[in-house]
């Protein structure tokens, strides 16, 4: 019961009950797990997720066995820093990937995403208003684990520019940067799970061959920066608690 309300705390909506029709099961289990890999979730925290609703399945089954539709969910332990230099992301392949890249906002967004290296929560919830002038370019306001923080912006500069040139409600500051283009909610903020998929069509077709998600982005930029940051400044653009030890080295 326990793992029950802790799921429906989070992901099982609706919930699911002993008595619950197998189809309506089966279909809520294929939301929690899209729920889990829509997240900007770590390695660890997405396994523990699976984790429980593993568990959960398992008492729902009531025979003490997993069910077949959660026993092939892979939740092995992964080990630290087992991510090869070559599946990071680089440069050029986000030059690819901004060019393959559908349109202004989607431009905007993956460049962003880049070169400021934050998480996927952060960047969602920005605003036209988020955007400041600088004398040299451009600075962003991210709100996030650690309070905010001001990045300045250099190489995403063009897209965001062009991006708020045609921005449909580019006047208002407290609007949505990446907002909806079409549509019934066309002007609101866009999901979670678009900009995900966004992110694995575009990596599909500029034929990278690389994790496409916002988390390795983030981890792909911190590789990039911590031989050229120190610690004390990585934990300031990353947003990371100052004085944790080996938060950036995790990255490298």
Same mark, same amino acid.
């Not at 929690?32 to 398992?58: M, N």
């Not at 060019?99 to 929560?121: C, H, Q, V, Y």
């Not at 283009?181 to 694995?200: H, P």
């Given at each position: 019961?326990?793992?029950?309300?802790?799921?429906?705390?989070?992901? $099982?909506h609706? !919930?699911?009950?002993?008595?619950?029709?197998?189809?309506?099961?089966? $279909?809520?289990? /294929? *939301?929690?797990?899209?729920?889990?890999?829509?997240?900007?979730?770590?390695?660890?925290? *997405?396994?523990?997720?699976?984790?429980?609703?593993?568990?959960?399945y398992? &008492?729902?089954?009531?025979?003490?066995?997993? !069910?077949d539709?959660?026993?092939?969910?892979?939740?092995?332990?992964?080990?630290?820093?087992?991510?090869? !230099?070559?599946?990071?992301?680089?440069?050029e392949?986000?030059?690819?990937? #901004?060019?393959?890249?559908?349109n202004?906002?989607?431009?905007?967004? #993956?460049?962003?995403? &880049?070169?400021?290296?934050?998480?996927?929560?952060e $960047? #969602?919830? $920005?605003?036209?208003?988020? #955007?400041?002038? +600088?004398?040299?370019?451009?600075?962003v306001v991210?709100?996030?684990?650690?309070?905010?923080?001001?990045?300045?912006?250099?190489?995403?500069? @063009?897209?965001?520019?062009?991006w708020?040139n045609?921005h !449909?409600?580019?006047?208002? @500051?407290?609007?949505?940067? &990446?907002?909806?283009?079409?549509? +019934?909610?066309?002007?609101?903020?866009?999901?979670y799970?678009?900009?995900?998929?966004?992110l694995?069509?575009?990596?599909?077709?500029?034929d990278?061959?690389?994790?496409?998600?916002a988390?390795?982005? +983030?981890? /792909?930029?911190?590789?990039?920066?911590?031989?050229?940051?120190?610690?004390? *400044?990585?934990?300031?653009?990353f947003? &990371?608690?100052?004085g944790?030890?080996?938060?950036p080295i995790?990255?490298?």
């Amino acid at each position: 019961e326990n793992l029950r309300l802790q799921l429906e705390e989070t992901m $099982l909506h609706p !919930p699911v009950r002993r008595n619950s029709h197998p189809l309506e099961s089966q $279909l809520i289990l /294929s *939301q929690s797990l899209e729920w889990v890999q829509d997240k900007d979730l770590a390695d660890p925290t *997405q396994r523990d997720y699976k984790v429980i609703l593993k568990k959960f399945y398992k &008492w729902l089954n009531g025979n003490g066995e997993y !069910p077949d539709k959660v026993e092939w969910i892979d939740t092995t332990k992964k080990k630290r820093n087992n991510k090869l !230099p070559e599946k990071m992301l680089t440069e050029e392949d986000v030059e690819k990937l #901004i060019k393959t890249a559908e349109n202004p906002r989607d431009k905007a967004f #993956i460049s962003m995403l &880049w070169e400021t290296g934050a998480r996927i929560g952060e $960047l #969602i919830d $920005l605003t036209v208003g988020s #955007i400041e002038d +600088r004398k040299n370019g451009k600075k962003v306001v991210i709100k996030g684990k650690t309070g905010a923080r001001r990045l300045p912006l250099v190489s995403s500069v @063009p897209h965001i520019q062009n991006w708020l040139n045609n921005h !449909p409600d580019k006047d208002n @500051p407290d609007a949505p940067l &990446w907002c909806r283009l079409t549509g +019934r909610k066309a002007g609101g903020e866009v999901s979670y799970r678009y900009l995900t998929k966004m992110l694995k069509r575009v990596g599909e077709r500029g034929d990278i061959d690389k994790p496409m998600n916002a988390h390795h982005f +983030r981890h /792909s930029r911190a590789t990039y920066l911590s031989t050229r940051f120190k610690e004390a *400044q990585m934990c300031e653009w990353f947003g &990371w608690v100052q004085g944790v030890p080996d938060l950036p080295i995790t990255y490298t």
